[in-house]
Antibody, heavy 123, light 110 residues
Protein backbone atom coordinates (compact mmCIF):
# COMPACT_ATOMS: atom_id res chain seq x y z
CA UNK A 1 0.00 0.00 0.00
CA UNK A 2 1.34 3.42 -0.98
CA UNK A 3 1.77 5.71 1.99
CA UNK A 4 2.94 9.31 2.13
CA UNK A 5 3.35 10.91 5.54
CA UNK A 6 4.19 14.59 5.83
CA UNK A 7 5.73 16.21 8.90
CA UNK A 8 7.44 19.42 9.93
CA UNK A 9 4.56 21.87 9.81
CA UNK A 10 3.89 24.39 12.55
CA UNK A 11 3.70 28.04 13.51
CA UNK A 12 6.47 30.30 12.23
CA UNK A 13 6.93 34.07 12.19
CA UNK A 14 7.03 36.03 8.91
CA UNK A 15 10.52 35.86 7.47
CA UNK A 16 11.21 32.57 9.21
CA UNK A 17 12.06 29.15 7.84
CA UNK A 18 10.62 25.67 8.06
CA UNK A 19 11.54 22.30 6.55
CA UNK A 20 8.81 19.87 5.59
CA UNK A 21 9.43 16.15 5.15
CA UNK A 22 7.46 13.44 3.39
CA UNK A 23 8.19 9.81 4.20
CA UNK A 24 7.18 7.44 1.42
CA UNK A 25 6.55 3.71 1.52
CA UNK A 26 4.84 0.97 -0.47
CA UNK A 27 6.45 1.78 -3.83
CA UNK A 28 9.82 2.24 -5.50
CA UNK A 29 10.38 5.85 -4.48
CA UNK A 30 13.32 6.43 -6.82
CA UNK A 31 11.15 5.66 -9.88
CA UNK A 32 8.54 8.37 -9.37
CA UNK A 33 8.48 12.14 -9.63
CA UNK A 34 7.28 13.78 -6.44
CA UNK A 35 5.41 16.97 -5.81
CA UNK A 36 4.27 19.50 -3.22
CA UNK A 37 0.78 20.99 -3.45
CA UNK A 38 -0.68 23.43 -0.91
CA UNK A 39 -4.12 24.57 0.11
CA UNK A 40 -4.70 27.77 2.06
CA UNK A 41 -7.50 27.56 4.66
CA UNK A 42 -10.85 27.52 2.88
CA UNK A 43 -9.18 27.98 -0.51
CA UNK A 44 -8.30 25.89 -3.55
CA UNK A 45 -5.31 23.78 -4.43
CA UNK A 46 -2.07 25.35 -5.61
CA UNK A 47 0.80 23.49 -7.26
CA UNK A 48 4.04 24.42 -5.47
CA UNK A 49 6.96 22.33 -6.72
CA UNK A 50 7.92 19.10 -8.46
CA UNK A 51 11.06 17.03 -8.61
CA UNK A 52 11.78 14.44 -11.25
CA UNK A 53 12.44 10.88 -10.11
CA UNK A 54 16.08 11.18 -11.09
CA UNK A 55 16.44 14.57 -9.36
CA UNK A 56 17.61 15.91 -12.71
CA UNK A 57 14.79 18.40 -13.07
CA UNK A 58 13.21 20.67 -10.48
CA UNK A 59 10.24 22.97 -11.01
CA UNK A 60 8.68 25.73 -8.90
CA UNK A 61 5.63 27.92 -8.96
CA UNK A 62 6.47 31.59 -9.43
CA UNK A 63 4.98 32.33 -6.00
CA UNK A 64 7.69 30.32 -4.21
CA UNK A 65 10.65 30.42 -6.61
CA UNK A 66 13.77 31.68 -4.89
CA UNK A 67 12.35 31.04 -1.42
CA UNK A 68 11.51 27.32 -1.41
CA UNK A 69 13.81 24.41 -2.24
CA UNK A 70 12.59 20.91 -3.03
CA UNK A 71 14.90 17.95 -2.52
CA UNK A 72 14.74 14.19 -2.14
CA UNK A 73 16.79 11.39 -0.64
CA UNK A 74 16.03 8.23 -2.58
CA UNK A 75 18.03 6.15 -0.09
CA UNK A 76 15.71 7.30 2.69
CA UNK A 77 12.54 7.30 0.56
CA UNK A 78 11.97 10.89 1.57
CA UNK A 79 10.96 14.18 -0.03
CA UNK A 80 11.67 17.57 1.49
CA UNK A 81 10.62 21.19 1.13
CA UNK A 82 12.85 23.84 2.64
CA UNK A 83 10.82 27.02 3.02
CA UNK A 84 12.63 30.31 3.68
CA UNK A 85 11.47 33.92 3.89
CA UNK A 86 8.00 32.75 4.77
CA UNK A 87 5.07 35.09 4.30
CA UNK A 88 1.53 35.15 5.66
CA UNK A 89 0.26 34.03 2.26
CA UNK A 90 2.28 30.82 2.57
CA UNK A 91 -0.10 29.70 5.33
CA UNK A 92 -1.61 26.45 4.07
CA UNK A 93 -1.84 22.72 4.38
CA UNK A 94 1.06 21.30 2.41
CA UNK A 95 0.51 17.97 0.67
CA UNK A 96 3.14 15.63 -0.66
CA UNK A 97 1.91 13.85 -3.80
CA UNK A 98 3.24 11.17 -6.12
CA UNK A 99 2.91 11.18 -9.89
CA UNK A 100 0.65 8.55 -11.40
CA UNK A 101 3.16 6.74 -13.58
CA UNK A 102 6.73 5.58 -13.34
CA UNK A 103 9.25 7.78 -15.15
CA UNK A 104 6.67 10.54 -15.74
CA UNK A 105 6.72 14.20 -14.70
CA UNK A 106 3.38 15.76 -15.58
CA UNK A 107 3.11 18.53 -12.95
CA UNK A 108 -0.62 17.78 -12.89
CA UNK A 109 -1.31 14.05 -12.41
CA UNK A 110 -1.04 13.19 -8.75
CA UNK A 111 -2.31 9.73 -7.86
CA UNK A 112 -1.30 9.40 -4.23
CA UNK A 113 -1.44 12.11 -1.57
CA UNK A 114 -0.39 12.39 2.04
CA UNK A 115 -2.67 13.69 4.76
CA UNK A 116 -0.99 17.09 4.70
CA UNK A 117 0.85 19.19 7.25
CA UNK A 118 -0.31 22.65 8.31
CA UNK A 119 2.06 25.59 8.05
CA UNK A 120 0.94 28.80 9.73
CA UNK A 121 2.91 32.00 9.17
CA UNK A 122 1.93 34.60 11.72
CA UNK A 123 3.51 36.98 14.20
CA UNK B 1 0.51 31.03 -14.12
CA UNK B 2 -3.15 32.03 -13.64
CA UNK B 3 -5.60 29.58 -12.10
CA UNK B 4 -7.95 27.76 -14.42
CA UNK B 5 -11.56 28.97 -14.29
CA UNK B 6 -14.22 26.74 -12.76
CA UNK B 7 -17.77 27.61 -11.68
CA UNK B 8 -17.88 28.02 -7.88
CA UNK B 9 -20.82 25.67 -7.53
CA UNK B 10 -22.84 22.99 -9.30
CA UNK B 11 -25.74 20.85 -8.21
CA UNK B 12 -27.98 17.99 -9.23
CA UNK B 13 -30.46 15.52 -7.84
CA UNK B 14 -29.62 11.87 -7.20
CA UNK B 15 -29.55 9.93 -10.44
CA UNK B 16 -29.08 13.02 -12.59
CA UNK B 17 -25.95 14.05 -14.48
CA UNK B 18 -23.93 17.17 -13.85
CA UNK B 19 -21.04 18.66 -15.83
CA UNK B 20 -18.33 20.89 -14.39
CA UNK B 21 -16.24 23.03 -16.74
CA UNK B 22 -12.62 24.08 -16.50
CA UNK B 23 -11.53 26.89 -18.78
CA UNK B 24 -7.94 27.77 -19.49
CA UNK B 25 -5.98 28.97 -22.48
CA UNK B 26 -4.06 27.53 -25.38
CA UNK B 27 -1.01 27.64 -23.10
CA UNK B 28 -2.43 25.13 -20.66
CA UNK B 29 -5.69 23.19 -21.11
CA UNK B 30 -5.86 23.77 -24.84
CA UNK B 31 -2.23 23.01 -25.50
CA UNK B 32 -1.65 19.75 -23.67
CA UNK B 33 -3.28 16.42 -22.98
CA UNK B 34 -2.36 16.58 -19.26
CA UNK B 35 -5.68 17.60 -17.75
CA UNK B 36 -6.70 15.94 -14.49
CA UNK B 37 -9.67 16.13 -12.13
CA UNK B 38 -9.65 15.67 -8.35
CA UNK B 39 -12.39 15.08 -5.80
CA UNK B 40 -11.91 16.40 -2.29
CA UNK B 41 -14.19 15.74 0.64
CA UNK B 42 -14.02 18.09 3.67
CA UNK B 43 -10.90 17.55 5.72
CA UNK B 44 -9.54 14.94 3.34
CA UNK B 45 -6.75 14.82 0.79
CA UNK B 46 -7.70 15.15 -2.89
CA UNK B 47 -8.38 12.00 -4.91
CA UNK B 48 -7.47 11.63 -8.58
CA UNK B 49 -10.63 10.94 -10.60
CA UNK B 50 -9.60 11.63 -14.21
CA UNK B 51 -6.20 12.03 -15.87
CA UNK B 52 -5.02 12.79 -19.40
CA UNK B 53 -8.39 14.41 -20.13
CA UNK B 54 -10.52 11.26 -20.10
CA UNK B 55 -8.75 8.33 -18.46
CA UNK B 56 -9.96 6.87 -15.16
CA UNK B 57 -7.56 5.47 -12.57
CA UNK B 58 -8.29 2.01 -11.29
CA UNK B 59 -11.17 2.01 -8.82
CA UNK B 60 -12.89 5.18 -10.04
CA UNK B 61 -16.49 4.47 -11.07
CA UNK B 62 -17.32 4.84 -14.76
CA UNK B 63 -19.97 7.36 -13.72
CA UNK B 64 -17.11 9.84 -13.86
CA UNK B 65 -15.97 10.91 -17.32
CA UNK B 66 -13.82 13.65 -18.78
CA UNK B 67 -13.54 15.46 -22.08
CA UNK B 68 -11.96 18.51 -23.65
CA UNK B 69 -12.86 20.93 -26.40
CA UNK B 70 -10.46 23.69 -27.26
CA UNK B 71 -9.40 25.48 -24.08
CA UNK B 72 -12.18 24.01 -21.93
CA UNK B 73 -12.12 20.65 -20.16
CA UNK B 74 -15.20 19.10 -18.59
CA UNK B 75 -15.96 16.55 -15.89
CA UNK B 76 -19.31 14.80 -16.07
CA UNK B 77 -20.73 12.87 -13.16
CA UNK B 78 -23.60 10.62 -14.22
CA UNK B 79 -26.08 8.89 -11.93
CA UNK B 80 -25.32 11.31 -9.09
CA UNK B 81 -25.01 9.75 -5.67
CA UNK B 82 -24.94 11.35 -2.24
CA UNK B 83 -21.26 10.48 -1.79
CA UNK B 84 -20.37 12.50 -4.91
CA UNK B 85 -21.00 15.69 -2.94
CA UNK B 86 -17.53 17.22 -2.65
CA UNK B 87 -15.21 19.86 -4.07
CA UNK B 88 -13.81 19.16 -7.53
CA UNK B 89 -10.62 20.64 -8.95
CA UNK B 90 -9.16 20.47 -12.43
CA UNK B 91 -5.45 20.71 -13.11
CA UNK B 92 -3.30 21.03 -16.18
CA UNK B 93 0.27 21.22 -17.30
CA UNK B 94 0.71 24.91 -18.00
CA UNK B 95 3.83 24.92 -20.16
CA UNK B 96 7.15 26.43 -19.13
CA UNK B 97 7.52 23.67 -16.54
CA UNK B 98 4.57 24.84 -14.46
CA UNK B 99 1.43 23.17 -13.16
CA UNK B 100 -1.87 24.91 -12.49
CA UNK B 101 -5.14 24.09 -10.72
CA UNK B 102 -8.62 25.44 -11.15
CA UNK B 103 -10.30 27.40 -8.38
CA UNK B 104 -12.55 24.48 -7.48
CA UNK B 105 -16.26 23.68 -7.79
CA UNK B 106 -18.48 22.68 -4.88
CA UNK B 107 -20.84 19.96 -6.07
CA UNK B 108 -24.07 19.67 -4.09
CA UNK B 109 -26.34 16.64 -4.40
CA UNK B 110 -29.84 17.96 -3.75
Amino acid sequence: EVQLVESGGGLVKPGGSLRLSCAASGFTFSSYSMNWVRQAPGKGLEWVSSMRYSSSYIFYADSVKGRFTISRDNAKNSLYLQMNSLRAEDTAVYYCARDLEVDATTLSTFEHWGQGTLVTVSS
Amino acid sequence: QSALTQPPSASGSPGQSVTISCTGTSSDVGGYHYVSWYQQHPGKAPKLMIYEVSKRPSGVPDRFSGSKSGNTASLTVSGLQAEDEADYYCSSYAGSNKGVFGGGTKLTVL
